[in-house]
């Protein structure tokens, strides 16, 4: 049996908003509440990454495997005797694998380079937004293609593989490729497919996060930038960098963490800027960069590895200014930019 496989969430629901004083011991017992259930998930977590540490397959958890081109050269030469004329072969050369791969790489990986971004669209017709499961799907749905052509293109001139991303609506507690994902949690991402939870999102109640077809946008433009690093094989490089410093909970393991959510962030901010020009209303631009940017490890979580809300602002405005991979490599970024 294959070992558990991490899987890459969306950010960190926002906490609750502050109440009058009169509720104190309630907020109280709220903020204790959400504590104890972070806490909770850290030993989760902590269990499956000892699982992880010990099996010494881990780092080869990923399925994807990418499609190759063979060639190969086949030379006849031609020998006279005396009596007759033979054909000898020489032995066909190894073939080797050309075409697009991944590449196991991270603050040096060739898709960070210069001129590498997401092409803009003329439009991307989006239905009217209805919150409910299956409104949200249709919605989504409908965003997912517009997504794809902007990357796809982006992937192909890089040499990376491309495949499109699979959308998955959790509306229960259900078993995935990664794990378990519950529905009152942020989405995830795991080889290959988003795994959107549309109820917990519907249920976000804060003047920072009003349900709006931007947040909505927003959110799946962070997880499809976990697909762009799981195609490029930068996810799986974060992975086995994680594990070779002890595990994601270490404190060099959670400094790798944060630098693959923020250039998710960032991937993000990307997808959103060839929808800047016309594509899609403004409005919805401007909440998804917003909601981005107030989304993170806030201090009543105690594991700090979506980094800061201020942090995620930044990288998502960056994407979305600057529209370069290149200007998204959180892995060669300073500590405090990371943090």
Known sequence: MPPPQPSWGGY?????????????????????????????????????LSNKVKDAGYSGYTTYSPTYTY???????????????????????????VGPKAVYAL??????????GANRLASCPLPAMDYSPAGQERYLRAA??????????????????YQPVELHIVTETMQYPCGTVRPDSTARYCQGGIYWTANAYAAERNPNNPN????????????????IQ?????LKASDRAQYDAGGWDTPKGLDLN?????????????????????????????TGLT?????????????????????????VKQGYSSNQASLCNTWASEAQYVS
């Open 144 to 161: 997912l293609p517009c997504i794809e052509a902007m990357w796809k293109p982006a992937l192909q001139a890089a040499n990376m593989p």
């Open 107 to 116: 603050a040096d990986h060739p898709f960070l380079k210069p001129n590498i």
């Open 212 to 227: 709006h077809p931007g947040k909505y946008l927003g959110q799946l433009a962070h997880e499809y930038g976990h697909h």
């Open 258 to 286: 944060r630098r693959m959510e923020l250039q998710a962030t960032c991937f993000g901010g990307m997808t959103l800027a060839p929808l800047s020009h016309g594509a899609v209303p403004m409005d919805v631009i401007q």
């Open 291 to 315: 909601d981005a940017g107030n989304r993170g490890d806030y201090d009543i979580y105690p594991t700090k590895d979506h980094g800061t809300p201020q942090n995620n602002a930044n990288w």
């Open 230 to 234: 799981w195609l490029t094989g930068m």
């Open 12 to 48: 960190g629901a926002y906490p609750a908003p502050p109440r009058k004083k009169s509720n104190g011991p309630i907020v109280a017992l709220i903020l204790g509440g959400v504590v104890i259930l972070g806490l909770g998930a850290v030993g989760v977590f902590a269990a499956t």
């Open 71 to 97: 060639t190969t050269t086949e030379q006849a030469t031609t020998t006279t005797a005396p009596s007759r004329s033979t054909t000898a072969r020489t032995p066909s050369a190894q073939s080797t694998p």
